[in-house]
Nanobody
Framework: VQLAESGGGLVQTGGSLRLSCVAS????????MGWYRQAPGKEPEMVAL???????YYTESAKGRFTISRDNAKNTMYLQMNNLKPEDTAMYYC????????????????WGQGTLVTVST
């Protein structure tokens, strides 16, 4: 399974970005997918998950500001991020797993190289 993220960049506080993750080498539609991030000097953290049937889960930091979605026909997952804050600055990674439950438990089948999001004050 190969995952490739894109869409990161530099944005001002309050701005928006949309991240994309293209998957290949797997039956994308049956996989749960998710976005994770790692800020400098911090542990990786889960941001949002989406099941094969488009159910979603958000961590508290993402609720109300981020929207995860997927287009199975394009083997692509997205993360729309609005009202960005400096504390959102991190490397963002997409990941694939069996189910949202297994991913939430820390079992990931694959992850990408990451795309950097920097939010300036």
């Amino acid at each position: 399974v190969q995952l490739a993220e894109s869409g990161g960049g530099l944005v001002q506080t309050g701005g928006s970005l949309r991240l994309s993750c293209v998957a290949s080498g797997t039956i994308f539609s049956v996989k749960a997918m998710g976005w994770y991030r790692q800020a400098p000097g911090k542990e990786p953290e889960m941001v949002a998950l989406i099941s094969s049937s488009h159910s979603t889960y958000y961590t508290e930091s993402a609720k109300g500001r981020f929207t995860i979605s997927r287009d199975n026909a394009k083997n692509t997952m997205y993360l729309q991020m609005n009202n960005l804050k400096p504390e959102d600055t991190a490397m963002y990674y997409c990941a694939a797993g069996g189910t949202m439950a297994t991913m939430a438990g820390g079992t990931l089948d694959a992850w990408g190289q990451g795309t950097l999001v920097t939010v300036s004050t």
